[in-house]
């Protein structure tokens, strides 16, 4: 059962996420956006969309440098646990924060306006499922996780982070992640569920860049002045030409 869980259903997912791209890229080229809701409603997305943006890149910065910085070398450069714990905490409680009542309001205002509701698919509604239930167990992981450490019970940096990387370096060691608390075998799960489940939703959009808009050429604006040019009126555009 741990080889199943941490060696062939994270490379399963890892697989669907890539091959999963390849294919939305070729055969869904106009598929390939973020499905956007503005023209909709713009007041509540004004304020959920960047509380949820700004709070998961903090997220993953988080998870960069837990995941995939050993813990020797943050202790080299005079980082003690004690430090980074604190750090992680706070740190990560703020973007988890941010991003969980950014999501919160975009939800909220998906339901609640009509026309952004007519507009959600079902692929959508599980997208929000898994994303919410990997946010939530990562906040929970987050203080869990410090203060058991702190506390001397469990330290994720020895286990899960170096599962991960393990798992990065094609030699995963499941005896590690079977190891781990019930909370961080969830949080992998789901969030190994969501990668399965990225290349068929609306989250293709962040593998997307507007590197075109440096090249193309510059759109011409023309104002629309009312006050007629020269002495001659000006003619209707339903007039014939010739009478």
Request: aromatic share 14%; net charge positive.
């Amino acid at each position: 059962m741990n080889v199943l869980l941490w060696v062939i259903v994270p490379y399963l997912c890892l697989a669907v996420f890539v091959v999963g791209h390849a294919w939305r890229y070729r055969y869904d080229k106009f598929g390939w956006t973020t499905r956007s809701s503005q023209l909709y409603e713009d007041r509540l997305l004004r304020l959920g969309s960047p509380l949820f943006h700004f709070g998961m890149l903090g997220v993953i910065g988080g998870h960069v440098i837990g995941l995939l910085v050993p813990r020797s070398w943050t202790a080299a450069v005079g980082i003690d646990d004690h430090l980074y714990h604190y750090a992680a905490v706070g740190g990560g409680l703020v973007a988890g924060v941010m991003t969980l009542v950014g999501m919160t309001i975009l939800i909220y205002r998906r339901r609640t306006v009509g026309p952004v509701f007519s507009a959600t698919t079902p692929m959508d509604k599980v997208m929000y499922a898994f994303l919410g239930a990997a946010i939530v167990l990562g906040m929970w992981n987050t203080i869990a996780g410090s203060v058991f450490s702190l506390g001397g019970e469990y330290n994720y940096r020895e286990g899960v982070s170096v599962w991960y990387r393990s798992f990065l370096a094609l030699q995963p060691d499941a005896d590690l992640m079977a190891q781990a608390p019930i909370g961080f075998k969830l949080h992998a799960l789901v969030a190994f569920g969501l990668f399965a489940l990225w290349p068929f939703t609306r989250l293709v959009h962040v593998f997307s860049a507007p590197l075109g808009y440096l090249t193309r050429p510059y759109i011409v604006y023309r104002s629309r002045d009312d006050r007629p040019l020269g002495n001659a009126a000006p003619r209707r555009g339903w007039d014939q030409v010739g009478r």
